[in-house]
């Protein structure tokens, strides 16, 4: 197996650039070849047929001649040829076919005889038949001649062919090169300046754009890990310093019982914050790690997302509908599933303006429905798409995006429908 083929996905047939072009070529060649010994074939039966029609009308002018002056005519000077003064007393191989197609002036006879026809224009219903089997040169050697003109295109194929092997071996060598250095490569790992070892041609300017594209992408990546060192050391500080005041307002035991809810509400956020960021900062890095699975709850972390979310629901007469059949374990990261039921659940209690929100586990699959709106059509293909959002959304257009890379990271699989209302489906591997 070639190193090129190596490269191939599993799966994927794979289609050689130069085999393509070898065959390419070489049925070319053997179209051209074809086209060439048929114009040659018909080239020479038409010679023939043009030397002997002048020797008609040579006989024919010398026939004239003496008719005009003699008032008689004469006998055809060669005895292959004879002279009719009516069409029946043509040969019988060839009469009926000669009365069949009066204009026709080309017959073949029995036993091997050819036979050509030249009518008098001065002198209608005389006509001279010339009987010339024994002038043809290149009927008789047809078969032969066919022989050669297939030998030669096949010679003349089979050197194309060489000749096309040479040409794309050279030709997509510089390809192969360049596919063998960037395949399976991070960008920061490419030699510096690979782009100048390729010819200046296309190849040379594709190595180029690559190389500019790999740059960039290794920039890009660079400012990534820095932004995710930066964003993960600049949270975690400010949220441990709240976490800790909080406690330590707990611990002097001088607030009220209200003061103590206040309190408790803004270290749950605090929490939640920490581990919503911890969620999305692992999302950002480039070389993901499926984090702690465990036996996690569904049914506590609903009720606690619900709970995260009631502001989103004051004032409406919205109903939360959650089926019994919720209350199961599942073998997830119990923050990131937690980030999931958030943006889902937001989502559904922000755009619900009356009615019920129906949560079900059924199947391996959780499905929060909600009767709303829906989404517009002109966005349902993409709603799952970064910064797509509705016409009356007063969102960034991220929350969906965001459950779309927590499902593809953990391997759940998502889909999203909007049939009187919307419906959100969660599918877990059993």
Not at 218 to 233: G, I, P, W
Not at 242 to 259: F, G, W
Not at 356 to 384: K, M, S, W, Y
């Amino acid at each position: 197996m070639s190193d090129v083929t190596k490269l191939n996905k599993p799966g994927q047939e794979f289609h050689s650039l130069s085999r393509r072009i070898v065959w390419q070529f070489c049925i070319f060649t053997l179209l051209i070849s074809a086209l060439y010994s048929l114009i040659s074939f018909t080239l020479m039966y038409t010679l023939e047929d043009s030397f002997i029609e002048k020797d008609l009308q040579r006989e024919v002018a010398y026939l004239s001649n003496h008719y005009r002056e003699n008032g008689n005519w004469p006998e055809p000077r060669s005895n292959t040829m004879q002279l009719h003064f009516s069409s029946a007393s043509y040969p019988d191989d060839m009469r009926a076919s000669a009365l069949a197609e009066p204009e026709r002036k080309e017959f073949y006879g029995q036993q091997g005889r050819h036979y050509h026809l030249y009518h008098l224009p001065a002198h209608p219903g005389v006509s001279l038949l010339a009987e010339v089997s024994t002038e043809l040169l290149v009927r008789p050697i047809r078969g032969g001649v066919l022989q050669f003109l297939a030998i030669s295109g096949l010679l003349i194929s089979s050197i194309a062919c060489l000749l096309a092997w040479l040409v794309s071996r050279n030709t997509t060598r510089p390809l192969k090169q360049l596919a063998q250095l960037v395949d399976g490569v991070a960008p920061q790992q490419l030699p510096d300046n690979f782009s100048r070892q390729f010819p200046n041609n296309e190849v040379g300017i594709l190595a180029r754009t690559l190389e500019h594209t790999f740059c960039r992408m290794a920039q890009a990546l660079e400012r990534e890990k820095c932004f995710t060192r930066d964003v993960s050391h600049e949270l975690r500080t400010p949220l441990a310093v709240i976490k800790n005041a909080v406690e330590l307002c707990h611990s002097r035991a001088v607030s009220s019982s209200a003061d103590n809810a206040v309190l408790q509400r803004i270290y749950d956020a605090a929490d939640q914050i920490e581990k919503a960021a911890h969620t999305l900062l692992m999302l950002a890095r480039e070389q993901h790690t499926p984090g702690q699975h465990s036996a996690t709850r569904l049914m506590p972390l609903l009720e606690k997302a619900i709970l995260d979310n009631r502001i989103l629901l004051s004032g409406k007469q919205i109903e939360i509908d959650i089926n019994d059949n919720c209350d199961v374990s599942l073998n997830a990261n119990a923050d990131m599933l937690k980030v999931l039921l958030d943006n889902i659940l937001s989502n559904a209690f922000k755009y619900t303006e009356s009615g019920t929100v129906h949560i079900a586990f059924i199947a391996n699959q959780l499905q929060i429905r909600d009767t709303g709106p829906g989404i517009e059509p002109a966005i349902c293909g993409h709603i799952t798409d970064a910064g797509v959002k509705g016409s009356q959304s007063t969102g960034f257009g991220f929350g969906l995006s965001i459950v779309k890379r927590l499902c593809e990271h953990q391997g759940w699989q998502m889909a999203v429908e909007s049939t009187n209302g919307t419906t959100v489906t969660v599918f877990f591997p059993p």
